[in-house]
């Protein structure tokens, strides 16, 4: 169950960042690496997580090495953007893997996709099959990414 995050003080930012850059690693290092020692680095840790500062653990995969180098970025523009047609998207949105993020944006269009797959033919099977086929579609607009400059996850800015 979460709650309401307290406010987080340096030794909750540090911890934050050392598991942005290390998620595997030991109570007793990450006590080690923020100054505390391991009951209270634990307790924190143990806080972070139940508020839902910490969302869970993952392994992060290479996709150039699993064969999904092809990144298309799709403007998406909808006929009807009440909550219940949003509502409606985004469900349809969040039952397509190839879709890796998923914005509603403020601008020109309504939704921005970051889709990924192994070729250009394996994405416009998915544009046709998957993405022309969610709810409330007007139009879309296809951007091929040429190379990915800066991804990184989620970091602690403070």
């Given at each position: 169950m979460q709650s309401e995050i307290p406010a987080l003080d340096r030794f909750d930012h540090a911890i934050l960042s050392t598991l942005a850059e290390q998620g595997r690693?030991?109570?007793t290092e990450l006590a080690r690496r923020i100054g505390l020692s391991k009951s209270p680095t634990q307790a924190r840790?143990?806080?972070l997580e139940e508020t839902g500062a910490i969302r869970g653990y993952r392994a992060i995969l290479d996709p150039i090495r699993l064969g999904l180098d092809?990144?298309?970025f799709?403007?998406?523009r909808l006929t009807d953007t009440r909550e219940d047609a949003l509502a409606a998207f985004n469900d349809a949105v969040a039952r397509i893997p190839e879709i890796e993020q998923a914005?509603?944006?403020a601008g020109n269009f309504d939704y921005l996709l970051k889709v990924r797959t192994g070729s250009m033919r394996?994405?416009?099977?998915v544009l046709a099959e998957s993405i022309s086929t969610l709810p409330y579609i007007a139009s879309?607009?296809?951007y091929v990414a040429m190379q990915a400059v800066k991804e990184d996850g989620v970091s602690d800015t403070a």
């Open positions: 690693i030991s109570i840790l143990r806080r092809h990144v298309a799709v403007e998406v914005h509603l944006i394996a994405y416009r099977a879309t607009s296809t």
